[in-house]
């Protein structure tokens, strides 16, 4: 049998069009991720009129979700690498890229299902974890009504990763966007009634963001089966047949992603945890500040997207050069984003956390936050750093010493120093963020170092290069 056709080394792109190539894919990706945010942002908005207390427990129930749906999102993260590289080695590919998408699908079932049965548990898992049982009660019938949404989102995300990473990311971008008026009006239909629907609170918000998402799934689905572009992979067709290989391919390269996001959430949850023991208003606090922050991140968590998707498909194309202009660019593109982002947190956050928050009838709430808000600004350069470096490694399919670094620099540095700092050394709230900003900035060093000895390590040569 002839080995399969491969393209011989292009030449790679000038760092102009590279950037603008950068640029055209990275934005629907921001936009998406974007919306993404907005649905749990409006959630937080809306369940933030009720009060400090069920803030709180939206706070709790939302990180508890957070810390498995991002974990899994690394997982099947996997899908956008194995994806581009075959797109850069063979622009016509369909079979090979077929087989990864549909074990991808796979892998958010089986994945799923373990998942689920945790958040299910989130009350118990909460109060051992020793927060306000009161919260969390809350917290677990939110938890109930939103886990439903977590198979849908996993889906959509392995449907997303594959249209993005063969150059078309819009569709994902406009059924993003269509979802987040859908979200905004149901949940503020289901949490405070009208038309005949009683008020359901917090629950109502996880019901309307679990419609949501399933229709987004089922849109993006239709879009698949008949647009003319998406149709010659056959996306459904044979679906259940086992590929064993590649599902246990998609396992291995995408598990350490996972760990090291989940390293990461495990971090900022970890001091929603701290600040849960703080108080109620370190920790409605630390919920407001957590969400701005998030929405910044947004921005250089699509570049990184953008950096896997543009190094991929020149690792798979065989171009060195291409594969650091790739990275780079996303980089320097990130590095200018987030600095911009931590001067607006610094000079102005009053109205960004009015906008979360009755600062009148809660000023120590609001107090606290801006406080958060000035600490979050000193480490939005390294949070931007750490995450489009990872993206760049992962390009190259780098993911097992990546996520090393993660545990060295989040519980090895960040955790110990924010506990510290928040409860011997009596800093409380800002002690424990100064210990995320530390932890940050290690990951972000080590990422960058790695990335610039990608060629010495052996990271851009090819299986069977």
Known sequence: MSPPESHPPRRPRPWRVEALATISLAWPLILSNLA??????????????????????AALGTNLYHAVFIALIGLLSAVSPLVAEEFGRRRHAVREIRRTVRQGLWVAVAASIPAMALLAAGEPLLVLLRQNPALAAEAGLYLRALLWALLPSLAFLVLRLFIASIGRPGWGLAIALLGVPVNGGLAALLISGGFGIPPLGLVGAGIA?????????VALCLVLAFDRGFRRFHIFGRFWRPDWPRFRRVWRLGLPIGATLALEVGLFNGSGLLMGALGTTELAAHAIALQIAALCFMVPLGL??????????????????????????????AVA?????????????G??????????????????????????????????????????????????????????????????????????????????????????????????????RRDRLGLTRRAGD
Request: net charge neutral; aromatic share 10%.
């Open 36 to 57: 993404g945010t907005a649905m749990t942002t409006i959630d937080v908005v809306l369940v933030g009129r009720l009060g400090a207390e069920k803030l709180a427990a």
């Open 209 to 217: 963001t679990t419609a949501t998402t399933l229709l987004g799934l």
């Open 304 to 333: 990184g997207q953008a950096a896997t998707i543009r190094v991929g498909q020149a690792f798979g194309a065989g171009e060195r050069e291409g594969v650091g202009r790739a990275g780079w660019i996303a980089f320097g593109l």
């Open 337 to 349: 984003f987030m600095s911009s982002t931590a001067l607006i947190l610094f000079v102005a956050p």
């Open 351 to 452: 109205p960004l956390v009015a906008a979360f928050i009755d600062t009148a009838a809660h000023p120590e709430v609001a107090g606290l936050a801006v406080l958060l808000l000035a600490l979050a600004a000193l480490f939005q350069i390294a949070d931007g750093a750490q995450t489009v470096g990872a993206g760049m490694l992962r390009g190259l399919q780098d993911t097992r010493i990546p996520m090393i670094y993660a545990a060295l620099g989040y519980w090895g540095v960040g955790a110990p120093l924010g506990f510290a700092l928040a409860f011997p050394l009596g800093f409380r709230g800002p002690g424990v963020w100064t210990g995320l900003a530390a932890g940050l900035a290690v990951v972000s060093a080590l990422m960058l170092w790695r990335w610039s």
